[in-house]
């Protein structure tokens, strides 16, 4: 399985941004994917988490202003960030499977 990243990029705070993680090379539909962030000098934690029966968890730091979605025969899994703020600078990082990780994309927000 290989996962493919993108939608990061440079946004001012207030703004938003949309990434997209696509599982390639799949051949059955994933259950459980997510997204992780790692800002510098920290630890990489959960965002958002969601599962083929569309169960979804946060992270406290982004509720109610980030949205996880997928399109399961796609294997592909979004997250809308809205009202973003400049801690939320990080590379990000999808995970599917509990098992692969994607390259990430940088999200950065300036003030």
């Known amino acids: 399985v290989q996962l493919q990243a993108s939608g990061g990029g440079l946004v001012q705070a207030g703004g938003s941004l949309r990434l997209s993680c696509a599982a390639r090379r799949s051949t059955h539909i994933i259950n459980a994917m997510a997204w992780y962030r790692q800002a510098p000098g920290k630890q990489r934690e959960l965002v958002a988490r969601?599962?083929?029966?569309?169960?979804?968890n946060y992270a406290d730091s982004v509720k109610g202003r980030f949205t996880i979605s997928r399109a399961n025969i796609k294997n592909t899994i979004y997250l809308q960030m809205n009202s973003l703020k400049p801690e939320d600078t990080a590379v990000y990082y999808c995970?599917?499977?509990?098992?692969?990780w994607g390259q990430g994309t940088q999200v950065t927000v300036s003030s």
């Open positions: 969601i599962t083929t029966g569309d169960n979804t």
């Open positions: 995970l599917a499977a509990n098992t692969y």
